[in-house]
Antibody, heavy 122, light 110 residues
Framework: EVQLVESGGGIVQPGGSLRLSCAAS????????IHWVRQAPGKGLEWVSR????????IHADSVKGRFTISRDNPKNTVYLQMNSLRVEDTAVYYC???????????????WGQGTTVTVSS | QSALTQPASVSGSPGQSITISCTGT?????????VSWYQQHPGKAPKLMIY???KRPSGVSGRFSGSKSDNTASLTISGLQAEDEGDYYC??????????FGGGTKLTVL
């Protein structure tokens, strides 16, 4: 079964750090681009970041640039999101999602994880 | 990058058709045929319904269709069913490797 499973969410104080993981199974992980998308409570989806298939190219939304870093470990079939200098407004459910076509960036997110919740509060 | 503009809510009766618009700019929706649509039910992860403006993933009902004109993309659902109720989001490639979502539309089946 093609699957993505997020972990690493939790409660953290403003200014703190957290690392999210996204473990993939059921497909050839190393050939797909992966995205992180978040959803604040009661709000819409926000694209956060993406990494290419071999990890050599990453991009982050302006709202998290300089604070969040996406990376991947293909032998471990895992993508990470290192989140530093967290703010209250980063509180959200964080999803990882696969871009549908091998080797290509198309923003067709065809496989999603169940999400992991990050709460930033003092 | 500003979010794409979607109506906050739309509604329709079973069997009717509805259309959800998604308005961007010449830098995103207008420049690329890389618009996708997602359905989300409460407490669930989003589900891909339409990709590359009008293409439908296998397993998605033919009642869902997509189109684009200039800077506006549209999702049409025909023959509305109760199970179609939920939130719908558009997403577009915005250049330079970035993406942008719409604000979301709540669909109510009356």
């Amino acid at each position: 079964e093609v699957q993505l499973v997020e972990s690493g969410g939790g409660i953290v104080q403003p200014g703190g750090s957290l690392r999210l993981s996204c473990a993939a199974s059921g497909f050839t992980f190393s050939t797909y681009w992966i995205h992180w998308v978040r959803q604040a409570p009661g709000k819409g989806l926000e694209w956060v970041s993406r990494v290419n298939s071999d990890g050599s190219s990453t991009i982050h939304a302006d709202s998290v640039k300089g604070r969040f870093t996406i990376s991947r470990d293909n032998p471990k079939n895992t993508v990470y999101l290192q989140m530093n200098s967290l703010r209250v407004e980063d509180t959200a459910v964080y999803y990882c999602a696969r871009d549908s076509t091998e080797w290509e960036l198309l923003f067709n997110m065809d496989v999603w994880g169940q999400g992991t919740t990050v709460t930033v509060s003092s | 990058q500003s979010a794409l503009t979607q109506p906050a809510s739309v509604s329709g009766s079973p069997g009717q058709s509805i259309t959800i618009s998604c308005t961007g700019t010449s830098s995103d929706v207008g420049s690329y045929n890389l618009v996708s649509w997602y359905q989300q039910h409460p407490g669930k992860a989003p589900k891909l319904m339409i990709y590359e403006v009008y293409k439908r993933p296998s397993g998605v009902s033919g009642r869902f269709s997509g189109s684009k004109s200039d800077n506006t993309a549209s999702l049409t659902i025909s023959g509305l069913q109760a199970e179609d109720e939920g939130d719908y989001y558009c997403c577009s490639y915005a250049g330079s490797g970035r993406g942008v979502f719409g604000g979301g539309t709540k669909l109510t089946v009356l």
